[in-house]
């Protein structure tokens, strides 16, 4: 895909804050490598937001959401579109199946081994996800991930600044 560090940067020049957690996202998109992304936070603290706007800036990708998705669907859209990058938001919620999925794809593969359904493929795919506490996930999928930045909540005036720029925007 074709998303720079600058076209990432640039879609996110809206969020307030955060100025050395967007360079490192932005760094680690642009680079094109499987180096992957969980933010850790309370609500409403721009982890989405960031989500959101690399996301318009990254051509072929795909967003998913906590307890609303499934493995089996996430691994048909892998297969079928292979994105170049998986976001998925409020991963705390989502089910152990779906985390499983995600250990392969940040591996590099995604394996299917089902009745009257076997199939594998290789992926390139990046995976950005957010969540409010680590405290549902196991050792081994906290280490898969290269960046961790953590999210402190808004101040009073901090929230003020940030729904000022949100409502312009």
């Given amino acids: 895909y074709n998303a720079t560090a600058d076209d990432v940067l ?29 933010m850790m936070g309370p609500p409403a603290s721009g982890k989405s937001a960031l ?19 499934s493995a089996a669907g996430v691994a048909d859209m892998l297969f079928q579109k292979k994105p170049h990058v998986l976001f998925i938001d409020e991963v705390e919620k989502c089910g152990k199946d779906l985390r499983e999925v995600m250990l392969g794809v940040m591996e590099g593969e995604i394996i299917e081994t089902k009745s ?3 199939r594998a493929t290789n992926l390139n795919t990046q995976v ?23 999210f402190p909540g808004y101040t009073r005036n901090e929230f003020i600044e940030v729904t000022i720029a949100y409502l312009k925007r």
């Fill in 128 to 150: 950005i996800a957010a969540c409010n506490s680590y405290d549902k996930f196991k050792p081994e999928f906290l280490s898969r991930w290269a960046f961790k930045p953590i």
């Fill in 116 to 118: 009257q359904k076997i």
């Fill in 10 to 38: 640039k879609a996110m020049e809206w969020i307030v804050g955060f100025e050395d957690i967007k360079k490192q996202m932005a760094y680690m998109v642009g680079k094109r490598e499987r180096g992957h992304i969980l």
């Fill in 51 to 69: 989500m959101d706007a690399t996301r318009q800036a990254v051509p072929n990708s795909y967003m998913a959401f906590g307890n609303r998705t």
